[in-house]
């Protein structure tokens, strides 16, 4: 199946880190479905580009991705 962009809404969990911008139900573009061992990148309204560390682990349930990085995890609610 070929993933076209997606318009979703971003949430970092465990936002509490002083490390990262905090990200909570953030809109953007997904270009991209998440791949293991690939940077998660999104094109955020704001117009910066968030880029994380390589993923370690995708899920998807229904319209929700979850994507585990080596320094958090971030669930992507998929516009319909």
């Known amino acids: 199946m070929h993933f ?8 970092r969990d465990d936002d509490d880190d002083p490390r990262h911008e905090a990200l909570h139900d953030v809109a953007g573009i ?12 999104m094109f955020l309204e704001s117009g910066k580009v968030m880029r994380t560390s ?10 929700e ?14 516009s319909a």
Do not use: C, F, M
């Not at 997904?30 to 990148?41: C, D, F, I, N």
């Open 4 to 11: 076209q962009p997606v318009r979703a809404l971003i949430t």
């Open 30 to 41: 997904l270009p991209a479905e998440p791949q293991v061992g690939a940077s998660l990148q």
């Open 54 to 63: 390589p993923v370690h682990h995708v899920a998807r349930h229904g319209s």
């Open 65 to 78: 991705l979850v994507v585990d990085t080596a320094n958090s995890r971030y669930r992507l609610k998929l």
